[in-house]
Nanobody, 121 residues
Framework: QIQLVESGGGLVQAGGSLELSCAAS????????MAWFRQAPGQEREIVAA?????YYTASVKGRFTISRDNDKNTVYLQMTSLRPEDTAAYYC?????????????????WGQGTQVTVSS
């Protein structure tokens, strides 16, 4: 069974940058779909980005965020630049063994505990 641990969240001013990391253990992430979701208070969990052999981004983060993976380190990253107050949320790493791009949480097999990102104006 895979375990996911996110890190790298914090408080940043608008326009700033953060890099989130998701370290996996228990099995290899090779061949899987890895994704980042976020959830703001009172809102549904929404996909931010996903990566297989290619990448997917939700419209609001295109050109600002970059998802990447290092299968040797069993780690996925989310580089976030030009951050906005509306990016404030808890960010969650997700794993899907079967591959493919899926944008709804129910298709993912494992989740991290989340890391908080707060962007001040």
């Amino acid at each position: 069974q895979i375990q996911l641990v996110e890190s790298g969240g914090g408080l940043v001013q608008a326009g700033g940058s953060l890099e989130l990391s998701c370290a996996a253990s228990g099995r290899s992430i090779g061949g899987s779909t890895m994704a980042w979701f976020r959830q703001a208070p009172g809102q549904e969990r929404e996909i931010v980005a996903a990566i297989t052999m290619s990448t997917y981004y939700t419209a609001s983060v295109k050109g600002r965020f970059t998802i990447s993976r290092d299968n040797d380190k069993n780690t996925v990253y989310l580089q976030m630049t030009s951050l906005r107050p509306e990016d404030t949320a808890a960010y969650y790493c997700a794993f899907r063994a079967g591959g493919g791009f899926y944008t709804t949480p129910r298709w993912y097999d494992a989740w991290g505990q989340g890391t908080q990102v707060t962007v001040s104006s």
